[in-house]
């Protein structure tokens, strides 16, 4: 399985960005896919997923700028970013999992689902 994500880049704060991320291999029938970032010293968290019955779930932080959407019959899953501010700076992650998809992974728990290498997103102010 290939996880790979694009569309990262940097942006003055208010812009906005779309990210891709494109599923390629045998994967899970009843698999999910999301996107996550990491602090550093953390693990991964959660900034969008898409769940089993289609539904959206976004962190607090990102609800009402971000959507997240997918197009199954190609295994891509996308991250439209609005009003992006300098928080928001961090790699991007794209993970597919068994359903549903965790709303965060310690170091040890990455191995365990597929992910991408990342896109990096710089905001500045």
């Known amino acids: 399985v290939q996880v790979v994500e694009s569309g990262g880049g940097s942006v003055q704060s208010g812009g906005s960005l779309r990210l891709s991320c494109v599923v390629s291999?045998?994967?899970?029938?009843?698999?999910?896919m999301g996107w996550f970032r990491q602090d550093p010293g953390k693990g991964r968290a959660l900034v969008a997923r898409i769940d089993r019955d289609g539904s959206a779930k976004y962190a607090d932080s990102v609800k009402g700028r971000f959507t997240i959407s997918q197009d199954s019959a190609t295994k891509t899953l996308f991250l439209q970013m609005n009003n992006l501010n300098p928080e928001d700076t961090n790699m991007y992650y794209c993970?597919?999992?068994?359903?549903?998809?965790?709303?965060?992974?310690?170091?040890?728990?990455?191995?365990?689902?597929?992910w991408g290498q990342g896109t990096q997103v710089t905001v500045s102010s």
């Open positions: 291999g045998d994967i899970y029938v009843d698999y999910c």
């Open positions: 993970v597919t999992d068994l359903c549903p998809v965790s709303s965060y992974y310690s170091e040890s728990e990455l191995r365990a689902a597929y």
